[in-house]
Every structure is written in structure tokens, then in C-alpha cells.
């Protein structure tokens, strides 16, 4: 037995009370502030006042801010309460729920303010990235991503979608809180949204003939795309390079840091281009390609209207079907392929649209013209001239044999005519017929049942009258009899 040895007998109940720890009660699910009294590897220890001592320990003590690892011994910490006590008689607290608290109270205010936060995004799939906050996931779709992120690439392959958003992973981005539902655990966020300021002060300061450096963003066949201050440009293909350009990718991969000029602005779409930022070897090609001028060049390019020849490095010109061959040319493949040399000559010069026409018809012997049709003529104009009076008269009658034929045959062609417009009439008017006697059938027969429904009626009121006079009848007898009764009495 304990013996309990009381310093002062005079001292009270309420004074005893007084003098001891308050009692603190903590509610489960609730968020705390405690004090750090011990900190291990492992495992915090915090004082919640009165005589509770709460712990935190394993993945409790992590959150998406690493909170745990800044903390020192006389910092105050917020934590949840999941459990009442553990078998050392500690309240067991959760740094990481506290986070997820208070990481939905920071996207509210970010949502309701505008503000930017920065997030990592952790996964991929098809439709964007996802992100782990505290527990609370989150979602940018593709169509949220900025310029230079946004996963571009031929035909919209899926599988080529998903290899660039899974090279966005451990990659933070600047976003906005677009779309927030705590009761669905929904988050949505968006990096275009965060940029959205910087890209429209960027387009209302874009120039068309500015100088601007950017970054490569994404390469497709039709040409490149350039970002820079949160707007996105596009190289077309025809303007990377002065020559004939077949894949956009041998001139730049994404990452590059490029310098373009703008040569079109229409709302948010931007045109750009890398080779009016060198010198125009069009310029020498008057000196060097006059027409007349015979030069050796090779077949690039076969298309179904000619062949295009690679003159010198940047230079193009066109050879058209219809100065490939003195015959007709059905197929320019027939006659040409990609690598063959040739020998053409240059017939036209076009600086302004940078364009040079060659022939190879016109270094070829162009082929006999065949006499025998004139000489043909000339016999038939002979013999018309040989030919005797009669013979003229009998083709005078024939002619008119033949016109008085078509005469006919246009008159009978007439009378065909006017008897299928005869008939088509006749079948209108038989038609027309068939529903005015149709419509008499129709007004007959409802003639009848009104006639039926009129005899039922009068059948009705004659029976309701008959009625009425049985009735009457029955109640002068009654009353008679009723009088009979009184005059016996």
C-alpha cells in the first residue's frame, strides 16, 4: 500500500485542483497544435498540453512540404488525432492528414485569389499528368499544358503522346487551380491558365518583323513549333530553309533555342520564320541562271504535274510535264526518278515568287511533221473543183432529202411528245376524278352515319317521352287511388 504524505492538511480541494496540470482532451480526426519536446529518426514527440504527450512516427510524419524535417525541439506543429492513445498511453497525431488539410485550404484560397502554386507532377497517362498532394490528387489535362510542354506529334499517335507526357514526370510546373471539389476529391489544374497573363501582354507587344528567341517545342511534318514568353509560334515548313525542305526534323529537335522572325500575327496564331534570317541566295540567281542557259541538275521530287531539280544547295527548279517530252506525257515517273541527272534548260525566271522553269524537250530534236494530210486536202480541193454540174445537183437534192428527213423526224418527234403530254393529262384528269368521286363516297358515307347517329337520337327521345308518359300515367292512378282512400274514409 502507498502512503500519500500531504504537505499542507489545511489546503483544500479547489486549491489542489488549482495547483495541477489542466486536463486536455483531444477529439479524433481533429487538428492540434503541439510543442516538440523529443525529436528521433523516426518518430516526433509533441506536448498538447495538460499531461497528453502525442507521437508521430513512419509516413505520418511526412507531407508534401517535408514539414517534419525543418523541425527542431520548442517548434509548434499542427498534426490530426487518429488515434485516442497507443500502448505507451501517447496520442498517435498525423503530420501528413494535417498537410492534406491544410494543402485544401491553401488550393481554395489559390482558386478563390488567382494565385500560382508550383506542383511536380508524379504520373502519366494518356489524357495529361497526375499529381499526389498530401493525399489529394490532382489532375492536368494535355489540353492545360503550356507551349512548351504540350506533346505534339504527327496524326495524334497515342503512344507517341504518352512517351512526352511520361518525360514531364519529377518535372514542376507554375499552375492555377481551374476546377476544385473537396466533397469529390476532384482538383484540376492548369499551366496555361498560370501563363495566361504573360502570353497576352507577349501578343500585344508581338511586332510583325520582330526578332524573337525561343525554344523548339515540337517538330511535326508540316514544320516546326517555336514557344517563347507563354505564346507559341509556327515555322512552316516552306519557310526553314531557302531549298526544298522534306523533313522538318533534320533542322531542329525539341529543346533548341532558336532565333525566328515574325512574319504573320492573326489573334493567337503567330507564323515565324528561320530562313528569312539569312541571306537570299535568290538573289545571285539572275546572274548565275539566265534563260537559255543549259545546267546540270538532279531530280529531288516526281509529282504528277513535272519533276523538281536541286540546281545548287538552296535552289529549286521545275521541270512540267509539258516540257518533259515532245509527245504527251501521261505520268512524269515514266521518264524520271529521285537521284537521276539530267541536262535542262532554263525558260523562265521568277525572283518575285522564286521560281525557275526548265525543259528537257527543248534540248531534244523535235520530231518530223508529217506532210500526207495537206497533200490530202489539196487533192480534195481538186476534185471539188473537177466536179461536174450534175453531180452538184444531185448532192443539192440530197441535202435537202436529208432536211426534209430531219424536218420529219422532228415533227414525229412532236407529235410523240404531245401524245405522252396528252396522256399525262389524261391520267391527271382520270386521277382528279377518282378523288372527287372518292371524296362523294366519303360524304356519302358520313351522310349515312349522321343519319344513323340523328335516328338514335329520335329513337332516344321518343323512348325518354314514352317514359315520361308511363310516369305520369302512374302517378294520376296513384293519385286516385289515393282519393278513393279519403272519400271511403
Avoid at 426 to 452: F, I, L, P, Q
Wanted: hydrophobic share 35%.
Amino acid at each position: 500500500m502507498y502512503k500519500v504524505k500531504i504537505k499542507d492538511p489545511n489546503l483544500s480541494m479547489e486549491d489542489l485542483l488549482k495547483g495541477s496540470s489542466e486536463i486536455v482532451q483531444v477529439e479524433l480526426g481533429s487538428l492540434v497544435d503541439g510543442v516538440v519536446v523529443a525529436k528521433a529518426k523516426n518518430k516526433i514527440l509533441l506536448d498538447l498540453g495538460g499531461s497528453l504527450v502525442g507521437v508521430i512516427s513512419g509516413r505520418e510524419l511526412h507531407d508534401s512540404l517535408e514539414t517534419a524535417k525543418s523541425l527542431k525541439e520548442g517548434d509548434t506543429v499542427s498534426a490530426v488525432a487518429v488515434e485516442d492513445e497507443n500502448d505507451d498511453g501517447m496520442v498517435v497525431l498525423s503530420i501528413r492528414k494535417a498537410g492534406q488539410i491544410q494543402a485544401w485550404d491553401r488550393f481554395d484560397k489559390a482558386h478563390k485569389e488567382g494565385q500560382t502554386i508550383q506542383v511536380v507532377a508524379q504520373e502519366a497517362n494518356k489524357g495529361g499528368l497526375l499529381l499526389d498532394i498530401d493525399g489529394i490528387k490532382a489532375f492536368i489535362p494535355v489540353s492545360q499544358l503550356a507551349p512548351l510542354h504540350y506533346p505534339r506529334v504527327d496524326n495524334a499517335d497515342a503512344s507517341q503522346i504518352l512517351a512526352k507526357l511520361e518525360a514531364l514526370i519529377g518535372v514542376k510546373f507554375n499552375v492555377k487551380v481551374i476546377t476544385i471539389d473537396q466533397e469529390m476529391n476532384k482538383l484540376i489544374l492548369s499551366e496555361k491558365e498560370a501563363m495566361a497573363d504573360d502570353r497576352v501582354n507577349a501578343l500585344a507587344n508581338l511586332q510583325v518583323g520582330q526578332k524573337v528567341e525561343g525554344v523548339v517545342s515540337g517538330i511535326v511534318k508540316f514544320g516546326i513549333f517555336v514557344a517563347f514568353e507563354g505564346i507559341e509560334g509556327l515555322v512552316h515548313i516552306s519557310e526553314i530553309a531557302w531549298g526544298h525542305v522534306k523533313n522538318p526534323s533534320e533542322y531542329a529537335k525539341v529543346g533548341d533555342k532558336v532565333e525566328v522572325l515574325v512574319i504573320g500575327k492573326d489573334g493567337e496564331k503567330i507564323s515565324l520564320s528561320l530562313k528569312r534570317l539569312l541571306p537570299d541566295p535568290w538573289l545571285e540567281v539572275a546572274k548565275k541562271f539566265k534563260i537559255g542557259t543549259d545546267v546540270n541538275c538532279t531530280v529531288n521530287k516526281v509529282t504528277q504535274f513535272g519533276a523538281f531539280v536541286t540546281l545548287q544547295n538552296d535552289i529549286n527548279g521545275l521541270i512540267h510535264i509539258s516540257e518533259i517530252a515532245h509527245e504527251k506525257v501521261n505520268d512524269p515517273r515514266d521518264y524520271l526518278t529521285v537521284g537521276q541527272k539530267v541536262t535542262a534548260r532554263v525558260i523562265s525566271v521568277d525572283l518575285d515568287d522564286h521560281r525557275i522553269g526548265l525543259s528537257l524537250k527543248v534540248l531534244k530534236p523535235a520530231p518530223e511533221k508529217k506532210e500526207e494530210p495537206k497533200a490530202e486536202i489539196a487533192d480534195a480541193e481538186i476534185i471539188e473543183k473537177e466536179v461536174p454540174a450534175e453531180v452538184k445537183e444531185e448532192a443539192k437534192e440530197e441535202k435537202k432529202e436529208d432536211k426534209t428527213k430531219k424536218a420529219a423526224k422532228k415533227d414525229e418527234e412532236a407529235e410523240v411528245k404531245e401524245e405522252e403530254k396528252e396522256s399525262k393529262t389524261k391520267k391527271t384528269s382520270k386521277k382528279k376524278e377518282e378523288k372527287v368521286e372518292e371524296d362523294k363516297e366519303k360524304k356519302k358515307t358520313k351522310a349515312k352515319k349522321t343519319t344513323k347517329k340523328e335516328e338514335k337520337e329520335e329513337v332516344k327521345e321518343e323512348s325518354s317521352s314514352a317514359k315520361a308518359t308511363e310516369d305520369k300515367e302512374k302517378k294520376e292512378t296513384k293519385a286516385k287511388k289515393t282519393t278513393k282512400k279519403k272519400e271511403d274514409k
